[in-house]
């Protein structure tokens, strides 16, 4: 007989958290081995004791072995002895938090089909209990306080275990074995309704908010990873009093569908739309609405839920709660907060700020330690494309292309803020943190920037900035770098955006196309519209569009009629009485705009592709006359464009000129053509198609150039305007068939929420 053996292994991976020492457990105890399982700081250390052969098919059966969201990323060999007489049992022993910390954590997972099913039966113990979570689902990221992942290093170290969940806790056989947030009607978190003063109503908190919601009520309610505000989705004086108080005229709303079935009544949906939805990130999912409900006379009042296109952001339910609380219909579920603030997440906080929105409040006692908003996705080419990475996302970790010498804080960018630590070969993004407008947002900016690193146990030796000096952003790593004597490294906003592509697919090298609306180019000016040569060593820049004003700076961000006026006088065209007329000003404010125009007078040049959307929508007369958020009036010309049904023939003139190793595209032969009379109604759609067609063969032609410059045929395409569908459809195929291998984001966002990824790829060679 051989004798028997001990072996030590050492793992990393997403294995905390996720039910890994359980399953491992399992499989030993199956294969009659014995030994033991540790959360170490860094890793998990396995010992195995048995015969050899015992010992090699535990191993080859571990991958199949293990739970749904566990993750080995190494597998390695630490110890091999010979043991006289091997252990006859498999233990999972106390963590060891000692030793340097190099810590991955999985995201927050939406509630597993077990829990869902014990939670509607009438039988079980935890029926209608909505804190039920188990080994596969529930939160992670949001009550952990400290690793290694254990119960007594989560917000639920309150809430001592009865006997029914000590004994699953216990348990080998149990989906709770060692299921850290584990809780039930007995010991755990509790829920209440309250008043805008806090004070709780009587009776069942859940039939009561079901009631209110029923009844026109707009409900706060705390979710896993912050306050949500509720409404009946197909209430419309509901949803205009909550557009009304939260002073969201125009932003779409995201609803939660109880069950696909409802989802597929109303939207068409996709196997990878579908394979999106009930996945354990369960993300909000742009859809396309059923033609059928986007008229007037439809069931569902899209003009409300989503004002200026034909699609709707739709979630499932992704806790107990949130099954608990759906009807048979949509509800809205937005973000609670007020306009330009971060989501609330405690309770007291929830009823100072929302209590002018919200008319009763949902609240529980499981704290929330670190925000995280839900995430936002599409497809976009066959394939999922996060846009706003946060809920079932992060912080997962990236792989970097190549490893970093020290840890790296990202500060991210201005708008879509999130910030990102580099370490290693790892990349690790916050979850969305939003736009730096108000103090409230900085506040939570500067909380990020405080736990985020501790939560990683990640001490930053470089900061890396936007290359802007006003963004709050980059103000903020500023100090943090001076309060740190730690150096600063500046970024450029476009190298980060096609770093952020390129690195995401596991290069360093390569051509990027980047559009977007604005960013500061090393030139001091506004880049928007870049073809760059990315080398590992830095960019070159290859192509742009022309630079044109900006009467009034950022109000011409807000007033597109303003960017259209530029257009046509630096196009030549004179602005005649009914041009005037389609501006929709004054004399006196039509005077002014020419004046900035014309002399330069705080009127920045731009060459950002974003904004040649705006000055386009507005000639076409769907730009509004003051944007109420960001991309609007982009997203009504796509939204016309798609309404299209004809041939691709047609498109706008442009004009492309070469100096000093740079192609410049230039859009005044457009804007002349636009200057002629608009024509009826229903010839926007082909206009709007049209444009996008220039676009993208604006696109090729400064492509094109880039080949003639470079041997790089690999295209990365980043910015915020490629979020558009048809657009990166149109490029995508135009740049194949040249013979360029296209790269699209798929997990780091293409907006600015990925500049941070950028940033941290950047240092890799600092």
Not at 351 to 361: E, G, V
Not at 755 to 765: D, L, N, P, R, S
């Amino acid at each position: 007989m051989a004798p028997a053996c001990r072996q030590t292994f050492e793992i990393r991976g997403t294995i905390q958290g996720v039910g890994f020492r359980p399953a491992l457990f399992r499989l030993a105890t199956e294969l009659g081995l014995g030994g033991s399982v540790q959360n170490r700081s860094q890793s998990v250390e396995l010992v195995l004791e048995g015969e050899a052969a015992d010992i090699e098919r535990f191993l080859e059966r571990l991958p199949a072995a293990l739970p749904p969201h566990a993750q080995i990323e190494a597998l390695k060999p630490v110890g091999r002895a010979t043991v006289e007489t091997p252990a006859i049992r498999f233990e999972i022993i106390e963590s060891d938090g000692s030793g340097h910390k190099e810590i991955q954590i999985p995201a927050d997972l939406a509630m597993c089909s077990d829990c869902r099913a014990e939670i509607l039966d009438p039988t079980a113990h935890r029926y209608h209990y909505p804190f039920t979570t188990c080994t596969n689902c529930g939160p992670r990221y949001t009550v952990v306080n400290s690793m290694p992942y254990d119960r007594e290093r989560t917000t639920l170290n309150r809430f001592p275990l009865c006997p029914i969940c000590a004994q699953e806790y216990r348990d080998p056989s149990d989906r709770r074995f060692h299921a850290e947030t584990i809780a039930c009607p007995t010991c755990g978190p509790t829920l209440q309704l309250c008043d805008l003063s806090g004070e709780p109503r009587e009776g069942d908190p859940l039939i009561a908010a079901r009631q209110a919601l029923a009844e026109g009520r707009i409900l706060a309610l705390r979710g896993i990873g912050g306050f949500l505000l509720a409404a009946d989705a197909m209430n419309r004086e509901a949803l205009l009093t909550l557009r009304q108080r939260k002073a969201r005229p125009d932003k779409p709303f995201a609803v939660m569908a109880p069950s696909l079935e409802v989802v597929k009544h109303f939207c068409l949906l996709s196997d990878v739309e579908r394979t999106m939805l009930t996945s354990s990130q369960s993300p909000i999912v742009i859809l396309h609405v059923r033609a059928e409900h986007t008229g007037a006379g439809g069931e569902l009042p899209l003009d409300l839920l989503s004002p200026d296109t034909a699609t709707l952001g739709v979630m499932l339910p992704t806790s107990p709660l949130h099954v608990l609380l759906a009807g048979e219909g949509l509800l809205v579920m937005t973000s609670g907060n007020r306009c330009g603030e971060p989501i609330a997440i405690e309770n007291s906080e929830a009823l100072a700020r929302l209590s002018d929105i919200a008319d009763l409040f949902l609240l529980h006692d499981r704290e929330i330690n670190l925000r995280c908003d839900d995430s936002l996705c599409i497809q976009q080419q066959g394939h999922p494309q996060v846009w706003r990475r946060a809920r079932g996302y992060a912080p997962r970790a990236l792989r970097l292309p190549r490893t970093i010498p020290q840890p790296v804080l990202a500060m991210g960018a201005e708008l879509k803020n999130a910030i990102g630590l580099g370490y290693t070969d790892h990349l690790i993004l916050s979850p969305h943190i939003g736009d730096l407008e108000t103090p409230e947002a900085l506040d939570g900016l500067e909380q990020a920037v405080k736990l985020f690193p501790a939560f990683l146990q990640q001490t930053p030796a470089l900061i890396a900035v936007d290359l802007h000096p006003d963004m709050h952003a980059t103000r903020l790593g500023r100090r943090l770098a001076t309060a740190g004597g730690l150096p600063v490294r500046e970024v450029q906003h476009h190298h980060a955006h096609g770093l952020a592509c390129l690195g995401e697919h596991g290069l360093c090298e390569g051509l990027a196309l980047v559009f977007d609306g604005t960013g500061m180019g090393t030139d001091g000016s506004i880049w928007g519209a870049e073809l760059l040569e990315i080398r590992p060593d830095g960019f070159s820049r290859r192509a742009t569009f022309a630079p044109v004003s900006l009467p009034g700076g950022d109000q011409a961000v807000k007033h597109p009629a303003r960017q259209l006026l530029a257009r046509w006088i630096e196009a030549g065209v004179p602005i005649t009485p009914d041009l005037a007329d389609r501006l929709g000003a004054s004399d006196e404010t039509l005077m002014a705009w020419i004046a900035q125009t014309t002399h330069g007078i705080n009127a920045p040049l731009s060459h950002a592709a974003g904004r040649l959307f705006d000055g386009f929508a507005a000639a076409m007369g769907i730009a509004p006359l003051t944007v109420s958020y960001e991309g609007q009036a982009a997203i009504r010309l796509e939204a016309a464009a798609k309404r299209y049904g004809g041939p691709l023939s047609e498109a706008y003139p442009f004009n492309a000129s070469e100096a000093e190793g740079m192609l410049q595209i230039d859009w005044a032969p457009m804007f002349v053509r636009c200057a002629r009379p608009r024509g009826p109604a229903h010839e926007t759609p082909g206009k709007a198609m049209a444009f996008h067609r220039s676009l993208a063969l604006a696109a090729c032609r400064m492509v094109e150039y880039g080949f003639s410059l470079s041997e790089q045929r690999t295209v990365a395409l980043s910015g915020g305007v490629f979020m558009n569908q048809i657009l990166t459809a149109l490029v995508t195929e135009a740049l194949e068939s040249m013979g360029a291998t296209v790269l699209l984001h798929r997990e780091i966002p293409p907006n600015d929420g990925g500049i941070a990824a950028g940033q941290v790829m950047a240092c890799a060679a600092y």
